[in-house]
């Protein structure tokens, strides 16, 4: 057990340095913002503690507090950062589905062409999404054709289509997976797990294509809290 904590650790600190390199060249301010939250909140439950004469009691708060505050904080910041490196660059959102973890099957690159415009299928309880990244108005003819290729397989489950991007209608790439796990449930587990066997059965283009398994820029990684439904 020893052993493997100590082979863990510096596997983590590896990753908490790698995460902050990577967030202080999009967000330079991220170390004097995160010991400022984290020492201003000490310093105010301190205060407090004078004040009402617990000041070890409330010390001990606010060392705790604000060192959660401070984990919040560059938690947010390295997420953010880590989409706007991924944002605008293609495979960008296959990245972020990649790493969905429960409650979806995910199939990357079912559509493609080459100016790199891409269509990416899941399968869930909420139905068959297709997903859209590049532009919009090559991708608009190329989800209507996958609609039509799947129509005899999916039956009456709902095919919702989504194109990733900043404009109305679009969904930004940093709310694509939350956007995802809103979407309400309205086929069972079996449905969604039988759907899929069959749409992969129909077979996927480029099936060797170059998507990133991760972030694209430098070796960054996305923040966690995202696989494949297994």
Sequence with gaps: MARQESTNSPGRLSQIRQAYTITKRVDPKIGLIV????????????????AIGHPIYLGILGFVLGLLAAVVIFGRRAEKAAFGQLEGQPGAAAAVLNNIKRGWNIQLVVAANRNQDAIHRAVGRPGVVLVGEGNVNRLRPMIAAEKRRMSRIVGDAPVIDIIVGNDEGQVPLNKLQVHMMKLP????GGQATQIADRLRAMGDLMANAPIPKGPLPKGSRMPKGAGKTR
């Design 35 to 50: 010991a400022g939250v984290g020492l201003g909140t000490f310093v105010v439950l301190l205060a407090i503690g004078f």
């Design 185 to 188: 449930k309205v086929i069972s």
